[in-house]
């Protein structure tokens, strides 16, 4: 079966789709429509195709491909929705259905016209589903839920804690954990202005501000401005083993997102059990339980994201280490990266072979 990928870029949940296609033995084409792409770092197996000069029909007829799955659903849903190829599975990235179609009228109208052309949309949690049904053009029984899920050498990591637990003043510390890039839809400066509220009500604590991005400089000057150089940890942008020894290391996970559909990273510091204080947004209101796995704050909220790092590391350590043992229930029970894709390339062998794509429930169980 020879599939056509549809993406801006190569970015890690591409890599992680390429690859599954090519462990279930299709023949994946990736055709990138908007960022340049190294040859080297597309994975072994995979005919890649950018579509900067040809047309995106003509490419996916003269690569013959038997099925199409393209994302996200305003940009490059609709230029493969516009090129014709059936079947056709939608994947929303979060931000387009939950954000940009709210924002801007003509991604709204573009989703609209995708949606209604394409066979099934892929949907990583509830609030991108409902998103989809609120524009018009699908019916509930063409919208999947997949969540992404994580592969089980990160639901079972069992490595080194990463090194900055043993930093001078650190032993002992309450550390708090952010990995999300420092741009500015994930909100850094309110996990930094929240962190630095809390510290100055207890010094003990600490925080790992991983990534980079955008906002680097005045996130850097600021950590300088704030005198919090001694209590911030800024490694840049962690390799996979290393993020997942950060979350060994740390004690508690934050996020302030604006916007999310289910975030990999949340899932991640729930299979390794800590406790989260993320943004309250319908996203993440499917993971955290508050007072049962972790806290919400309303985004934007500096003084409230202060006081819920401060609750969570004033809880006993055996309250701590439940709402660690709850989140990694709910990512065993729906987040299983295995299952649930084996069960999405199932639906793709029988859209591409004439059985009608779309299930009218979600691949894994809710609880």
Known sequence: MRLAYVSSGLGPHDLRFLSLFLSAGFEPVFVSTRDAVAAGDVPPGVRHIAADAVPLDEILRHAAVDAVVAGPVPTNGLLAARAGVRPL???????????????????????????????????????????????GGIAADRCIGLPWGLEASLRDWAGRPAPFRAQPGWQDGFI????????????????????????????????????????????????????????????????????????????????????DGTSVSLLEAMASRRAVVVSDIPGNREWVEPGRNGLLFPVGDAALLAQALLDVAALPDAVRSGWGEQGRAQVLLRADWERNAAAFTELLRRAAGGTRAGTGRTISPRS
């Not at 005045?218 to 979350?247: D, E, K, W």
């Open 89 to 135: 599975f939608l994947l929303s990235w979060g931000f387009d259905l939950l954000r940009d179609v709210r924002i801007d009228a003509a991604a709204a109208q573009a989703a609209c016209e995708a949606l209604r052309a394409a066979d099934a949309l892929v949907c990583d949690c509830d609030a991108v589903r409902d998103a989809a049904l609120a524009l």
């Open 176 to 259: 708090v954990l952010c990995v999300r890039a420092w741009e500015s839809i994930y909100r850094p400066d309110t996990v930094l202005d929240g962190f630095a509220r809390a510290h100055a009500a207890n010094p003990d604590l600490r925080l790992v501000l991983a990534g980079d991005g955008a906002m680097a400089p005045q996130l850097r000057a600021r950590i300088q401005s704030l005198g919090l150089a001694r209590a911030v940890h800024c490694p840049g942008r962690l390799s996979r083993h290393a993020l997942m020894a950060a979350y060994a290391a740390a004690d508690a996970y934050v996020s302030a997102s604006e916007v």
